[in-house]
T-cell receptor, first 117, second 111 residues
């Protein structure tokens, strides 16, 4: 089985621009989560999508948004980029079924390295 | 507020030694406790995981010890090798796959 794939792997943007990152989960996985990883803050949960619906949300401003398509692929968008948004953005997929079920293994992609100048 | 507290921040171990990384949590709703290994430029890779009804799980040289009453769990790497040099993250999840991560431990194994 192919793993989680993320595109692009690297991005350089300037302040004020917007960016869209893409994630393709492992085949059969319907849950996709997004994380921001920085040296100072570690791995911070952004949001989780399941069956095209945002199921969980972390503590990030509204500039960070996402969506999931019917094939479980997911995109994450950051508008009005700030210097502090420079980070590794990680996507993870999981064989999740319904809300409230026991947690399952989560598998990460290689990440998209975003640099904001 | 950090839901999962991890220590130490960095660790240097001699080849063949035992590496021990500790994590503590408060939320008793957590039902799944994984450990991830991350190499530079790569995403975290699932190493080993445990559920709260088990006190210990071993896979090869990696062991998780889980103390439910103390709300602590730890990763033990036996016979540590230079190839184990990486950053290790503990995590905990509430049902429904909402994960909280520790801040990471940078492990260096000296030959």
């Amino acid at each position: 089985k192919a793993g989680v794939t993320q595109t692009p792997r690297y991005l350089i943007k300037t302040r004020g621009q917007q960016v869209t990152l893409s994630c393709s989960p492992i085949s059969g996985h319907r849950s996709v989560s997004w994380y921001q990883q920085t040296p100072g803050q570690g791995l911070q949960f952004l949001f989780e999508y399941f069956s095209e619906t945002q199921r969980n949300k972390g503590n990030f401003p509204g500039r960070f948004s996402g969506r999931q398509f019917s094939n479980s692929r997911s995109e994450m968008n950051v508008s009005t980029l700030e210097l502090g948004d420079s980070a590794l953005y990680l996507c993870a997929s999981s064989l999740s079924k319904v809300q409230g079920e026991v947690s399952n293994e989560q598998f990460f992609g290689p990440g998209t390295r975003l640099t904001v100048l | 507020q950090q839901q999962v507290k991890q220590s130490p921040q960095s660790l240097i171990v001699q080849k063949g030694g035992i590496s021990i990384i500790n994590c503590a949590y408060e939320n008793t709703a957590f039902d799944y406790f994984p450990w991830y290994q991350q190499f530079p430029g790569k995403g975290p890779a699932l190493l080993i995981a445990i559920r709260p009804d088990v006190s210990e799980k071993k896979e090869g040289r990696f062991t998780i010890s889980f103390n439910k009453s103390a709300k602590q769990f730890s990763l033990h790497i036996m016979d540590s090798q230079p190839g184990d040099s990486a950053t290790y993250f503990c995590a905990a999840s509430i049902p429904g796959n909402q994960f909280y991560f520790g801040t990471g431990t940078s492990l260096t194994v000296i030959p």
